[in-house]
């Protein structure tokens, strides 16, 4: 007889829709081919127990936090709404009080999040058209066709995700304060070190502007997707002691000077 072999995942959960009964839970599970917790749980019958331990604590935001930068990969945006539900729910009296959340999320599939898209698409004129960058992080480098190289009409009949549904409300409702931005890989459009650099230096001229009569507050750059995303942009963690560690900062993120700013890899 052969032992019983547990497989667990982590996965942060979505937060709570406006009506939600106390003891629901949502996760935002995409299922991957050789994805062994994610397939069991897109093919388990309604009903069927599962069992869940936790929540564990893996990074708490600072109160004197002034400037977020959250770099999502795919289901990674469900940690950084998580956070956004937490900060101005919980944590701050008014929107003057509490810090600047931007988000930037990469999709592979314009499907994941087009109206959003659409909304962006309607304040630029052009996709940045850089080829092969998402394949480095999904580990699927190559050539691409010319088709994949032209812009991709968008489309006008596709629903919106409940997903994205959410990430634009929390834009309009939080307006000031939360700021996304969507990447694409069928569109051409990749999260770059150029794209991360502007982003950094708006924040900090920002923070220029309102410097004089304002303390010095933090500045947190956060991670969160698939393995091979986080590791692309701030390199991997490691194991140490039985438990995963940071490691130190690499990828696209070590090449840039980011002195006041702090990397967390989720």
């Known amino acids: ?23 629901q839970l949502r996760l ?25 331990r936790g929540p564990h604590l893996e990074y708490e935001i600072p109160q004197d936090v002034n400037d977020i930068l959250f770099i999502a990969g795919g289901t990674g945006i469900a940690p950084a709404l998580q956070l956004a539900h937490t900060l101005f ?9 509490g810090p600047r959340l931007r988000i930037l999320w990469a999709n592979r599939r314009r499907e994941d999040s087009y109206k959003g ?15 092969g960058l998402a394949a ?29 549904e959410e990430v634009e409300s929390l834009k309009i409702k939080h307006a000031g304060k939360v700021n996304i931005d ?4 069928e569109e051409n459009s990749y ?25 010095i507050r933090k500045r947190i750059i956060l991670i969160s997707g ?25 990828g696209i993120l070590g090449k840039i000077d980011l002195k006041g700013w702090d990397v967390w890899k989720l």
């Open 89 to 97: 729910k919980y944590r701050i009296s008014s929107l003057e009080d």
């Open 191 to 215: 999260i770059t070190e150029t794209v991360l650099r502007n982003h950094l230096t708006s924040i900090e001229q920002g923070l220029e502007q309102t410097a004089d009569d304002q303390p």
């Open 28 to 52: 935002f599970v995409r299922q991957e081919p050789q994805g062994e917790v994610s397939t069991f749980l897109h093919k388990v019958n309604r009903g069927t127990l599962v069992h869940l």
């Open 117 to 131: 898209l659409e909304s962006q698409h309607s304040q630029e004129a052009v996709i940045p058209k850089l080829r």
């Open 182 to 185: 969507y990447f694409v890989d």
């Open 136 to 164: 480095r992080w999904q580990g699927n480098a190559g050539p691409q066709s010319k088709e994949a190289q032209e812009d991709v009409p968008a489309p006008t009949t596709q629903p919106q995700t409940a997903l994205v």
């Open 226 to 250: 698939p393995e091979g995303f986080v590791n692309f942009y701030a390199g991997p963690k490691f194991m140490k002691g039985g438990k995963e560690v940071q490691g130190p900062l690499r």
């Open 1 to 23: 007889m052969q032992p019983e072999l547990q497989i667990a995942r982590s996965y942060t959960p979505l937060p709570p829709p406006e009506d939600a009964e106390p003891e």
